[in-house]
T-cell receptor
């Protein structure tokens, strides 16, 4: 099955780090892992992507396991604006399709 | 620098009518992807197009659904004879070069279709 697996929901306190896990055990060696987030009634917003090594940008960090079967999105200091559904995606049948699971609903407590 | 634009944002149709959803990619992008999202679910790939070409339509239902991306103008997702099960949010994404998973897809705000 090409779908990614994520926890349904997670809670975190404001200003604390958040680690969002994702399993993608059937991913191939050349497939990038992309993370998006979606606010209610909005389109998905790109967060970060990577292949093998860990990646950082202004929004988040992405830690990819050595065997590439899992990855973790890290928000270093969560704010209320980070409350969203976070999706870990990977290519599917063809390299152009992104396969989406049900995502993780991140709840930030003030 | 405008992002991906979709219109209409909301569309209401009665069963049997046609729905036309439009997508204008980001400036400089010539690759367009359409996805469908049901409530509480992730997105499902429908079709990938370049200008004047359908590259991958493996996620499109075989009947009633069609997509195009003409040389001039927006990409259009067309649903003929809509049924209640077509009610969903339809998202369009675009990318610059179409290099598969190497490249980021940027999404529009979506069109929410409601079939009565």
């Amino acid at each position: 099955d090409a779908k990614t697996t994520q926890p349904n929901s997670m809670e975190s306190n404001e200003e604390e780090p958040v680690h969002l896990p994702c399993n993608h055990s059937t991913i191939s060696g050349t497939d990038y892992i992309h993370w998006y987030r979606q606010l209610p009634s909005q389109g998905p917003e790109y967060v970060i992507h990577g292949l093998t090594s860990n990646v950082n940008n202004r929004m988040a960090s992405l830690a990819i396991a050595e065997d590439r079967k899992s990855s973790t999105l890290i928000l270093h200091r969560a704010t209320l604006r980070d409350a969203a559904v976070y999706y870990c995606t990977r290519p599917g049948y063809s390299n152009y399709q992104l396969i989406w699971g049900a995502g993780t609903k991140l709840i930030i407590k003030p | 620098n405008a992002g991906v634009m979709q219109n209409p944002r909301h569309l209401v149709r009665r069963r049997g009518q046609e729905a036309r959803l439009r997508c204008s990619p980001m400036k400089g992008h010539s690759h367009v992807y359409w996805y469908r999202q049901l409530p509480e679910e992730g997105l499902k790939f429908m079709v990938y197009l370049q200008k004047e070409n359908i590259i991958d339509e493996s996620g499109m239902p075989k009947e009633r659904f069609s997509a195009e991306f003409p040389k001039e103008g927006p990409s259009i997702l067309r649903i003929q004879q809509v049924v209640r099960g077509d009610s969903a949010a339809y998202f369009c994404a675009s990318s610059r070069r179409g290099q598969g998973s190497l490249e980021t897809q940027y999404f529009g705000p979506g069109t929410r279709l409601l079939v009565l």
